[in-house]
């Protein structure tokens, strides 16, 4: 395969973007519940979501380097905020963060095709990852501002796309903890 020009990853990434999601969107029925049962379906989502990325992690062997994606999203949650949370809000982080860890996925996955590595791992979770951020979208009932993406450093070597792929993983691993229990939190108070 030819080298791409780093002016063309960012409208491939999209592309791929959208071909999934209209994929997904005439692909599943569109009558998911709202209000409890939402949050349930979430919740039992995100739990699968978090024991795939377990399942992923478990493989990676090293582990000990420093972790420089800055354009993750950041994970500065306490136990106390649980107490706080309010469905809207709560909604629309997920629905941020599960869109940056789909553009960060596509950007390794992209890499990985490139480099001829299996990105069938990859794709697989990028694809989940899809799914769960359009059942969110459901659940907020509007089109949340417009995402804006970073540009990401270039990943010239097999090593660069394992640490970067190491690190999404750890992040989503963490992310998927909180928002597990946020929405266990959540669907608890519904009434």
């Known amino acids: 395969m030819s080298a791409m020009s780093p002016d063309s990853t960012f409208p491939l990434i999209v592309l791929m973007t959208c071909v999934d999601l209209f994929a997904f969107i005439t692909a599943r029925p569109a009558n998911i519940p709202h209000g409890k049962k939402g949050l349930q379906m979430l919740y039992q989502d995100m739990r699968t979501l978090m024991k795939v990325v377990s399942q992923e992690r478990h493989g990676n062997e090293m582990k000990d380097f420093e972790q420089s994606i800055t354009s993750l999203p950041s994970l500065n949650y306490r136990r106390a905020d649980l107490k706080t949370l309010e469905v809207s809000s709560t909604l629309g982080q997920l629905y941020s963060g599960l869109k940056s860890f789909k553009f960060h996925l596509d950007w390794i996955q992209q890499k990985e095709e490139e480099m001829g590595s299996d ?3 990859t794709k697989k979770l990028a694809h989940l990852i899809q799914v769960i951020s359009h059942m969110v979208l459901i659940q907020i009932g509007t089109t949340p501002s417009e995402l804006v993406y ?23 691993y963490y992310f998927c903890i909180w928002y597990t229990r946020a ?8 009434q």
């Open 183 to 190: 929405l266990g939190d959540l669907k608890h108070r519904q």
């Open 150 to 172: 970073p540009s990401l450093s270039p990943l010239n070597t097999a090593w660069n796309v394992y640490q970067a792929n190491v690190e999404i993983l750890d992040k989503l």
């Open 119 to 121: 990105y069938s791992k």
